[in-house]
Nanobody
């Protein structure tokens, strides 16, 4: 079992910055890839950014150049630095971590979510 706890959300004006954190505890040795997702009201949950165990990262087009995903040296804490925030970034942000099982399959753990609200 892996438990994920997010923090760092809040309300900010357009152009501002926030840093989200996602701390993992429990059986963290199985963790491989990590990701941030977001879900705006009335919309589906979409991936924002992914980082793998080697540190390779990818971003959805709408956040490229503004958001940076990173992880700590122990690979148990995930971050999302969000700069130049826009009202359209308003959403519930959730972290996801994939755990590689002994069978070779993956199980995905989710955090509870943290709200980000950007006002114009």
């Amino acid at each position: 079992q892996v438990q994920l706890v997010e923090s760092g959300g809040g309300s900010v004006q357009a152009g501002g910055s926030l840093r989200l954190s996602c701390a993992a505890s429990g059986n963290t040795d199985c963790i491989s890839n990590m990701a941030w997702y977001r879900q705006a009201p009335g919309k589906e949950r979409d991936v924002v950014s992914i980082i793998d165990a080697s540190g390779w990262a990818s971003y959805t087009d709408s956040v490229k150049g503004r958001f940076t995903i990173s992880q700590d040296n122990t690979k148990t804490t995930l971050y999302l630095q969000m700069n130049s925030l826009k009202p359209e970034d308003t959403a519930m942000y959730s972290c996801q971590m994939s755990c590689r099982l002994s069978s070779g399959r993956y199980y995905y753990y989710w955090g509870q979510g943290t709200q980000v609200t950007v006002s114009s």
